[in-house]
């Protein structure tokens, strides 16, 4: 029997391609006996970008529902960095969800699925709230208001258990504390999530979260990488991106209704600026094959 998994993303519309993209990237690597249910945070789609978002999931006989953001002033929020509002959005995921989905897998629009999700899915949550993988490369000693550093997940994959979520009120609780610490929290609502979630979380194998930071850690294994998170500001779809495995992203955007497009910074400057850098680079040889191995489960 076919059992169905259930994702959430949230996107505005300069993200609406990007989440198109992660979305094709888990469902070309699905075992055939799930299907897939994406729910989509709609903060302010264009009319295009949906239509071509429907057009994206149908293909693999997936579904797609877009639901209203909470009405909440999200301005009143910190947003510090190259972080938007859509952001906020994943706070709201138990009220916005129909009551009968029990789990969700929450996914950021940064990242790209290179591997079958379905094991993950089959897993226990017992009591917790959810499980994720813990942050790399924060400092430990930054403290988000009454967050312990030491164990701090990134909020950017989530495997929600919904009852649990609801019971503890982490939505609410997260939404207050952000109210309260606007002017001190480093990493906006992952810090609140953390607080209000406090232990109750299940860690995951790294294989579900590569941070970028953690690209240049040659003590992990890569090799069985399951989701890549381009967690800082290089990303997939800029040019002049220099992340090892932004060839992920332009390989789904390719399978995608996504597939003209022409980076923003690709322009004359930057081109001949890509060249010299491939001249000048220094080879590191366990970066590159990790590369190859990844290209090869590829196929490319
Ligand atoms: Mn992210």
Redesign the pocket.
């Known amino acids: 029997m076919t059992q169905e998994i259930a994702v959430v993303y949230s996107a505005d519309d300069n993200y609406a391609q990007h989440a198109g993209v992660s979305i094709i990237s888990i469902l070309e690597n699905l075992n055939s006996n799930y299907r897939l249910r994406v729910y989509l945070i709609d903060g302010g789609i264009s009319k295009e970008n949906k239509e071509k978002l429907v057009e994206a999931v149908k293909k693999y006989n997936a579904a797609i529902m877009f639901l209203h953001p909470e009405k909440i002033d999200y301005d009143a929020f910190s947003k510090r960095t190259h972080i938007t509002v859509p952001t906020y959005f994943r706070l709201s995921v138990a009220s916005l969800l129909p009551r009968d989905v029990k789990r969700v897998l929450y996914l950021?629009c940064?990242?790209i699925v290179i591997g079958d999700i379905s094991a993950l899915w089959r897993m226990s949550l017992e009591e917790n709230v959810l499980a994720a993988v813990p942050n790399f490369g924060h400092d430990p000693d930054s403290l988000g208001v009454g967050v312990d550093m030491s164990n701090y997940f990134n909020a950017?994959v989530m495997f929600i258990d919904l009852k649990n979520w609801r019971a503890e009120k982490v939505g609410e609780k997260a939404f207050s504390y952000l109210g309260l610490y606007r002017d001190r929290v480093i990493y906006q609502d992952q810090d609140a999530l953390n607080y209000v979630v406090g232990k109750k979380w299940v860690s995951l194998p790294t294989k579900y979260n590569i941070q970028s930071t953690m690209i240049t850690n040659r003590r992990l294994n890569l090799s069985d990488t399951i989701i890549i998170?381009f967690?800082d500001q290089d990303k997939p779809w800029h040019y002049l991106c220099s992340h090892p495995w932004s060839f992920c992203y332009s390989q789904y955007l390719k399978l995608s209704p996504w597939k003209g497009f022409v980076a923003v910074d690709k322009n004359l400057i930057n081109v001949s600026l890509k060249f010299a850098k491939l001249f000048y680079q220094k080879t590191i040889p366990w970066k590159i094959r990790n590369k190859l191995k990844i290209r090869t489960r590829l196929g490319l």
Do not use: A, N, S
Request: aromatic share 0%; proline share 0%; glycine share 16%.
């Open positions: 950021d940064d990242l950017g998170h967690t």
